[in-house]
Structure formats: structure tokens, C-alpha cells
């Protein structure tokens, strides 16, 4: 009878680790729309920071902020992301959640400070209807970033679209540097669309992916394993989004 007490404390035990071990899919969007609201709030800040450091001939911050958004963002971006990926690979107990997730509020401050110094420069010759279009072009992102999630989500597999994207990437960058010479517009356009459905395939697998790890037993930290979950569809988000807003201000400049 102490045997068996003893061992079924033990699996009531092990099975409130397992619990706690979970990489949970809310943790994830969590973090996801955490950095998301911290890059748009300082993209939509920082227009008005460099209107304020020119009204008041403030060029020491309107340095600043040129400095930081393109050598710093490109100091801090690359490294970063360098590192929750090979942290993710090597996830251990020893790894420090608390670190991952102070650099992936870094990188979403930096992103978003170079995403509003960009926003800033063409605010400059587009005006009011600029935010117009950076509007349309969150919806569209949101609208198509919803879709891939579920395509994502409800695949079984996404292996094919994975090989067949892999494949024609190789034509793509065929094309590119076929390109370099030939420079045609017609030809940009395609790469441009091409690029953009290899990120949209990306991000569908990535919400495959996370649909696989969600509700399961994390190989090391859950906390490390949803951080990166969210870096990732994060940093698909956010290139969805620049791209779609770069179609949409070719569109507008050819009417023009």
C-alpha cells in the first residue's frame, strides 16, 4: 500500500511538471502582441520627436535619432536575432528567460525606431495621406497575417509548400541577379511578389510549427521556447508589413 501512495504521488507529481513545462499558445501571442504595440507606438512616436527637434533647432537629437534608428538599429537588429535563434537551438534550464526577453523589447524598440525614421522621410513628400496608407497597409498585414495563421494552423502538413518555395527560390535568385543587368521594372515586380509570398509560406509554417509545440512538453525552458515562438511571427509580421506598404506607395506614386 506505501508503494503504491508513493508512486502515485510521484506521477501526480510528474504530471503537474509536465503542466508547468507546457509551452502555452497564449504565453506566445502575449509576447507577440507585447512587441508589436511597443514597435508601433515608438514608429508613430518618432516622426513627431524629429517635427519637435526641428522646430526647436534641436540638432543634436535630430542626430541622435538618425544615428540610432539606421547604425544602431543595424548593430543591434542583426546580433539580436542571431542570438534567439541559436538560443532556441540550444535551449537549456541555464538560458535566462528574463534576458530573451529583454532583448526581443530591444530589438522591438529599435525596429520600431527605424520604422518611424522611415515613416518620418516619406510623411515628408506624401503628408496626411502617408498615414493613410501605413492604415491600409496594418489592415491588409493583419488581414493576411490572420490567414496564413490559419492556414498554418489547420495544416497538417507543410512540408510540400515548404520544398516547392525552397525550389523556386532558387529561380528568384536567378532572376535577381539577372537583373543587376538588365534592370527592369517589370522584373522587380516579380521579385517583389515572389519575396513576398516565400514570407507569407514562412509565416504560415511558423504558426504550423507553433500549433505543434503549443500544448506540449517543452525540451528545455517553455518561457525561452514562447519568446522565440513570438519572435518569430513577430519578425514576419513586421516584414509583411513593410512590404505591403511599399506596394501600396509604388501604387500611389505611379497615379501621381
Same mark, same amino acid.
Given at each position: 500500500?506505501?508503494?503504491?501512495?508513493?508512486?502515485?504521488?510521484?506521477?501526480?507529481?510528474?504530471?503537474?511538471?509536465?503542466?508547468?513545462?507546457?509551452?502555452?499558445?497564449?504565453?506566445?501571442?502575449?509576447?507577440?502582441?507585447?512587441? /508589436?504595440?511597443?514597435? &508601433?507606438?515608438? *514608429?508613430?512616436?518618432?516622426?513627431?520627436?524629429?517635427?519637435?527637434?526641428?522646430?526647436?533647432?534641436?540638432?543634436? /537629437?535630430?542626430?541622435?535619432?538618425?544615428?540610432?534608428?539606421?547604425?544602431?538599429?543595424?548593430?543591434?537588429?542583426?546580433?539580436?536575432?542571431?542570438?534567439?535563434?541559436?538560443?532556441?537551438?540550444?535551449?537549456?534550464?541555464?538560458?535566462?528567460?528574463?534576458?530573451?526577453?529583454?532583448?526581443?523589447? #530591444? @530589438?522591438?524598440?529599435? /525596429? &520600431?525606431?527605424?520604422?518611424?525614421?522611415?515613416?518620418?522621410?516619406?510623411?515628408?513628400?506624401? &503628408?496626411?495621406?502617408? #498615414?493613410?496608407?501605413?492604415?491600409?497597409?496594418?489592415?491588409?498585414? *493583419? +488581414?493576411?497575417?490572420?490567414?496564413?495563421?490559419? %492556414?498554418?494552423?489547420?495544416?497538417?502538413?507543410?512540408?510540400?509548400?515548404?520544398?516547392?518555395?525552397?525550389? /523556386?527560390?532558387?529561380?528568384? %535568385? +536567378?532572376?535577381?541577379?539577372?537583373? #543587376?543587368?538588365?534592370?527592369?521594372?517589370?522584373?522587380?515586380?516579380?521579385?517583389?511578389?515572389?519575396?513576398?509570398?516565400?514570407?507569407?509560406?514562412?509565416?504560415? @509554417?511558423?504558426?504550423?510549427?507553433?500549433?505543434?509545440?503549443? +500544448?506540449?512538453?517543452?525540451?528545455?525552458?517553455?518561457?525561452?521556447? *514562447?519568446?522565440?515562438?513570438?519572435?518569430?511571427?513577430?519578425?514576419?509580421? #513586421?516584414?509583411?508589413?513593410?512590404?505591403?506598404?511599399?506596394?501600396?506607395?509604388?501604387?500611389? +506614386?505611379?497615379?501621381?
Amino acid at each position: 500500500m506505501n508503494t503504491y501512495n508513493s508512486n502515485a504521488t510521484y506521477y501526480n507529481q510528474y504530471q503537474k511538471e509536465q503542466v508547468v513545462n507546457e509551452v502555452k499558445r497564449s504565453t506566445i501571442y502575449i509576447f507577440f502582441a507585447l512587441a /508589436l504595440a511597443l514597435t &508601433g507606438i515608438i *514608429a508613430f512616436s518618432i516622426p513627431y520627436l524629429y517635427e519637435s527637434a526641428l522646430e526647436n533647432n534641436n540638432i543634436r /537629437l535630430y542626430n541622435l535619432l538618425l544615428t540610432l534608428s539606421f547604425v544602431g538599429s543595424f548593430i543591434v537588429l542583426l546580433p539580436i536575432s542571431i542570438y534567439m535563434s541559436v538560443s532556441v537551438s540550444r535551449n537549456r534550464e541555464s538560458k535566462s528567460p528574463i534576458l530573451m526577453g529583454v532583448l526581443f523589447a #530591444i @530589438y522591438a524598440a529599435f /525596429l &520600431g525606431l527605424m520604422i518611424g525614421t522611415i515613416l518620418y522621410a516619406v510623411m515628408q513628400s506624401g &503628408g496626411i495621406e502617408t #498615414i493613410r496608407l501605413v492604415s491600409y497597409a496594418f489592415l491588409i498585414t *493583419a +488581414g493576411v497575417f490572420l490567414l496564413c495563421g490559419v %492556414i498554418g494552423t489547420l495544416s497538417k502538413d507543410m512540408s510540400p509548400a515548404i520544398s516547392i518555395v525552397s525550389s /523556386l527560390s532558387i529561380g528568384v %535568385i +536567378g532572376l535577381l541577379i539577372l537583373n #543587376i543587368f538588365l534592370q527592369s521594372s517589370l522584373v522587380s515586380w516579380v521579385l517583389s511578389f515572389a519575396f513576398l509570398l516565400f514570407i507569407l509560406v514562412i509565416t504560415a @509554417y511558423d504558426f504550423h510549427m507553433i500549433n505543434r509545440i503549443a +500544448g506540449k512538453s517543452s525540451f528545455g525552458n517553455p518561457t525561452i521556447t *514562447a519568446l522565440y515562438c513570438a519572435f518569430s511571427i513577430y519578425t514576419d509580421f #513586421i516584414v509583411i508589413f513593410i512590404r505591403v506598404l511599399y506596394f501600396l506607395l509604388l501604387l500611389v +506614386g505611379n497615379r501621381k
